[in-house]
């Protein structure tokens, strides 16, 4: 089918993830210049007509995420100033969405201030995946197309590791999770178990107690991201000396910083599965992490907005693009 006033731009951040949606619409990506200046500043240019066109523009605000942000800031400019009809941001994942929220005094709500200039750059919409807090989406007055991962995270699992008759349940690392664990588990129809975790301070995580039963049981982890994995590990080691007979583990976004990758290897996790939100690099990558595809997901996505159908099916039990 041609889509012939629809064009998507990939920015830096995620440029395999951008081919694979583009390849599966049925199009050829739209073609831009990114020039970086020797002080480190960003220049644009959109090498073909937009004009009266629905641009959607795929980028993630991982790491660097002040770099991707900017550039994305500027992408919208560029593209409002050269007439396209719409601004269509497919943002993945959803950098400073961690902060959501005045923990303490003196605190800023930064993700509200990364809406307020995502709007003001001139995005129409924004379609993005399992969002850290999903009040965040309030935080924009206009439509937000709020994905998940579990669908593409419960098939995958259903048809590799999770057999009939095995005894697994799914667990929610912290009590924050819990609605995306439960998810998961009515996906796979299994019992949920859950533990309670205190977080003395930014990136550091205490086990206290696990509510539900684990012993002799397959144990399936979900988060919505893995950043340094001090949380995912210390709960799949809890679990494995619970009397867990396997743990696995699954996120949606792969951040991956710091001793991420040499804890989890060292943890007592058989498989991570993640989505491709994030792209990782070479150097980050690890026999036990499984990386799948959320391109088929997005381009039905995409298609479906721009014909203005409704998502609500894109919320149901679905294929993997692929394993990568």
């Not at 795929?58 to 995420?65: F, G, H, M, R």
């Not at 994942?93 to 929220?101: E, F, K, T």
């Not at 990136?203 to 684990?214: F, H, L, R, S």
């Not at 009397?243 to 710091?258: I, Q, R």
Request: hydrophobic residues 45%.
């Amino acid at each position: 089918m041609s889509y012939s006033n629809l064009k998507l731009f990939a920015l830096s951040s995620n440029q395999e993830l951008a081919k694979k949606v583009a390849k599966e619409i049925g199009i050829e990506l739209g073609k831009a210049t990114i020039r970086t200046y020797s002080d480190g500043e960003t220049e644009i240019h959109i090498d073909e007509s937009v004009r009266g066109e629905h641009v959607f523009v795929l980028q993630s605000t991982s790491a660097p995420v002040n770099e991707n942000l900017m550039e994305l800031l500027i992408m919208m400019d560029t593209l409002r100033r050269a007439s396209a009809a719409s601004i269509n941001i497919v943002m993945p994942y959803y950098g400073y969405a961690r902060q959501d929220r005045k923990a303490r005094a003196r605190e800023p709500i930064t993700s509200k201030l990364v809406a307020n200039m995502i709007q003001i750059a001139g995005a129409d919409r924004l379609i993005t995946f399992d969002l850290h807090a999903p009040q965040i989406q309030g935080f924009f007055n206009i439509p937000v197309d709020h994905l998940m991962g579990s669908p593409l995270i419960a098939e995958y699992f259903k048809r590799n590791f999770v057999a009939t008759g095995d005894d697994v349940v799914v667990v929610s690392p912290d009590h924050g999770g819990v609605g995306r664990a439960r998810k998961l588990a009515s996906f796979l129809k299994t019992p949920l178990a859950i533990i309670d975790k205190r977080r003395p301070r930014a990136n550091v995580a205490e086990i206290m107690n696990i509510i539900g039963d684990v012993k002799g049981k397959k144990c399936i982890l979900i988060d919505d991201m893995i950043d340094t994995a001090g949380t995912i590990t210390l709960a799949a080691n809890a679990l494995k000396e619970l009397g867990a007979t396997e743990v696995y583990a699954s996120c949606t976004h792969a951040v991956l910083s710091g001793p991420a990758i040499e804890r989890i290897e060292k943890s007592a996790i058989t498989k991570l599965v993640v989505l491709d939100t994030i792209q990782i690099p070479e150097e980050r990558k690890s026999d036990k992490i499984v990386q799948l595809s959320i391109a088929n997901l997005l381009a039905d996505a995409i298609i479906r907005i721009h014909e203005k159908r409704p998502l609500s099916p894109l919320y149901e039990l679905r294929r993997p693009s692929e394993n990568i």
